[in-house]
């Protein structure tokens, strides 16, 4: 299944490789964690996820067509 | 003079004296604003050796040049001192509507020396600018404090204060404004209560001249338009900076238990979805601001329901997971009785995290506490601390002096466990598995604070094992992110929505009419780095490595459990880290800077004068 990756900018600034978006394919069952794993991010570099105006969890299982908006960590000023 | 009001408002409490100085542009081209002239102010004002407390300490409370302009967030003043915390340069900012406001009266920065003979409040409406009678506020918690003014003078009125442990010299007293924004840290409330000055109250009415209005209506509504159309924002106005503490405690970074940890198990129980959910009743944005970070919340305890601003992610990691509570409501409850105390809460967390451990270990017993029994994951113990600590009563008078000052009273072994750097408590990361975060702490020139550089996600990125290269990043984020402070706008837009760094090196020329690029407001930065360290350089004969180091808990004891369980960092390391770092920033292997290093920032009156006391080479 294909699953699309939107980037926040802050996000897009600490890592060269990211773009505005990304699609990443996934094997059916897959989480968020892989996810983020196929979009070469290790673990920690995301803050948030958000999708359809909710947050998304970690573990969650993600499903085709599903677009992921990826916020990264925030340091309270 | 564009974007600035023009004028420095002086005020001598000893002498009752107020007078109007003029902000000369060699000032300006200098030092910018902000923290810039409390840098400025503080190094060339107050002498060598003089008491925090004392009369001769300068408070200076400074805007910037975006400071109520409209542009996103142009709401940060800083106030700056010697520190009673630390005994060095301090200093620390307030959001809300503070620095537009003097700015509207035609005050750049207010410098405040002296001392009152009886508690008093300055108050300023444009050009009338009086000293009067506090004695009907003395004694009065902040908040409370502030809802008086407003009722006396009018709602318009935007006000500072301090509470009882401002009064009572608490060195990481905090100064309030907007019933819950904070000057929270390096003991700027016990500096204007040692001068006898429970308040400050300031209307303005006048503008602040811009050099180039359509220039500025262009950046400033790209700069909007941005904001709202980023898919971050709406998850910002929902939860605030409580949405932190979750990922925080993912990546073992949450302080917990007085940073023995950095995972904590109940993390859950403070996360800022369940605090959205359970306790908060509104939001609340400071000027210009379309993040509205500020959530006000709801909270019960003791049978006293209170209304507070918070708690935002240093309060819920510091006072949450540091001190073990185990909701977010019993939080917020602790963050109200800081705010109202004038308690900073990154501070008071520690110390009474502290104070939880060392009752654990048996480095001190109930008739120490006075009876109270300071276990992990009493709100009842925090609350009874935190009044004692604020009135300076029992075991509270100890405490009062901060971790570092309550470790040389109970001993070594206790020593090992005060979490702090050259006095200042640390803030919310705990850092034993993020090198570059380890180092921005040991640097920051005013003790263990965050807001200077905060690397953590390089870290993440190149690798947390990593040890060398790091400290060039330590010095880039050194000298950007303070700029904002000078700037008197808030860093939030750019740190976590974004916001390109383009736009605010476009803001400048259009709001001031200086054409100076952004690698040159890099360099002023860094003159203002440096200045503060040659504060620290001038004030003590001995300052030098010593004071960059981390307590001893952080290199002698590995990650106990969790996602970096056995995780270590090592004193070589830690070397390594502050060699790289002196030698990025052209200081000498003790880290004093070098004189070249001084002359080619401009400061060769600085450079003359620590070598002349033989103090640099």
């Not at chain 2, 506490?369 to 004692?388: N, Q, Y």
Request: proline fraction near 4%; include cysteine; aromatic fraction near 8%.
């Amino acid at each position: 299944m294909r699953v699309t990756l939107r980037f926040g900018r802050a996000l897009r600034e600490i890592y060269d490789h990211l773009g505005e978006s990304m699609e990443v394919r996934l094997k059916e069952g897959a989480t968020a964690k892989e996810a983020l794993a196929a979009a070469n991010l290790p673990e920690g570099a995301c803050g948030l996820l958000l999708t359809d105006d909710r947050l998304c969890k970690i573990d969650e299982e993600v499903t085709h067509g599903q677009i992921i908006t990826v916020l990264p960590p925030v340091s309270g000023g | 003079m564009y974007g600035y009001a023009g004028k420095i408002l002086r005020v001598d409490l000893s002498a009752g004296k107020i007078s109007h100085e003029p902000l000369t542009e060699e000032l300006v081209d200098n030092y910018i604003g902000g923290r810039g002239f409390g840098a400025y102010y503080v190094y060339n004002e107050v002498p060598p050796g003089a008491d925090p407390c004392g009369p001769d300490n300068r408070l200076v409370i400074a805007s910037g040049p975006f400071a109520g302009v409209f542009l996103p967030s142009g709401a940060k003043t800083s106030i700056s001192a010697k520190s009673p915390a630390t005994g060095l340069y301090g200093d620390s900012n307030v959001g809300g509507h503070l620095a537009g406001e003097l700015k509207y009266a035609g005050i750049d920065a207010i410098i405040v020396e002296g001392r009152t003979p009886v508690p008093s409040y300055l108050f300023i409406d444009d050009d009338r600018v009086e000293i009067r009678s506090a004695t009907h506020l003395w004694g009065k918690g902040a908040i409370k404090t502030e809802e008086v003014l407003k009722e006396e003078l009018g709602d318009e009125f935007q006000i500072a204060t301090i509470g009882p442990a401002g009064e009572n010299r608490v060195v990481f007293a905090c100064i309030n404004h907007d019933f819950g924004r904070q000057a929270g840290r390096c003991g700027m409330g016990a500096v204007m209560g040692s001068k006898n000055l429970k308040a400050i109250a300031v209307r303005g009415t006048q503008g602040v001249p811009v050099a180039d209005m359509d220039g500025l209506k262009s950046v400033a509504t790209v700069m909007f338009r941005e904001l709202m159309q980023d898919p971050g924002l709406k998850i910002w106005q929902d939860l605030g900076l409580a949405q932190v503490t979750t990922w925080a405690n993912s990546i073992a970074a949450l302080p917990t238990r007085n940073f023995r940890e950095n995972f904590y198990e109940d993390v859950n129980g403070l996360s800022g979805e369940l605090m959205k959910e359970t306790i908060v009743v509104g939001d609340k944005a400071c000027f210009a601001c379309p993040m509205a970070t500020g959530k006000l919340c709801k909270a019960s305890f003791r049978g006293k329901t209170v209304l507070v601003e918070g708690p935002e992610y240093e309060t819920t990691a510091l006072i949450g997971s540091n001190c073990a509570l185990r909701s977010i409501e019993e939080v917020a409850f602790a963050n109200y009785v800081c705010d109202e105390l004038g308690l900073d809460t990154i501070s008071a967390g520690n110390v009474v995290a502290f104070v939880m451990e060392c009752f654990e270990k048996g480095i001190i017993t109930k008739e120490d506490t006075g009876g109270i029994e300071a276990k992990f994951g009493s709100l009842d113990a925090f609350c009874d601390l935190a009044h004692l600590i604020a009135r300076r009563e029992g075991i509270g008078n100890i405490l009062a002096d901060g971790v570092a000052g309550a470790s040389k009273a109970w001993g070594e072994e206790s020593s090992r466990i005060a979490i702090h750097v050259k006095g200042l408590e640390w803030s919310g990361y705990e850092s034993r598995g993020a090198p570059s975060m380890m180092l921005a702490y040991m640097t920051c020139d005013i003790g263990a604070h965050h807001n200077r550089a905060w690397s953590v996600t390089h870290d993440i990125a190149v690798g947390r094992d990593i040890i060398k290269g790091k400290a060039a990043k330590v010095v880039e984020f050194q000298h950007v992110r303070p700029l904002f402070d000078c700037f008197g706008v808030c860093r939030l837009q750019w740190v976590e929505l974004g916001l390109p760094l383009e736009h605010y090196a476009k803001l400048y020329p259009v709001v001031t009419g200086m054409d100076d690029s952004w690698e040159d407001l890099l360099v002023k930065s860094e003159r203002i780095w440096n200045l503060t360290r040659a504060f620290a350089v001038r004030e003590r004969e001995d300052f030098g490595r010593a004071d960059d180091w981390p307590p001893a808990r952080f290199y002698e004891e590995p990650v106990p459990d969790g996602p970096l369980a056995g995780f270590r960092i090592t004193e070589d390391d830690l070397n390594t880290l502050l060699d790289e770092y002196y030698e990025a920033r052209g200081w000498d292997e003790n880290g004093r800077p070098k004189a070249e290093t001084l002359i080619r920032l401009g400061l060769e009156n600085v450079a003359s004068e620590l070598y002349k006391m033989g103090r640099i080479s």
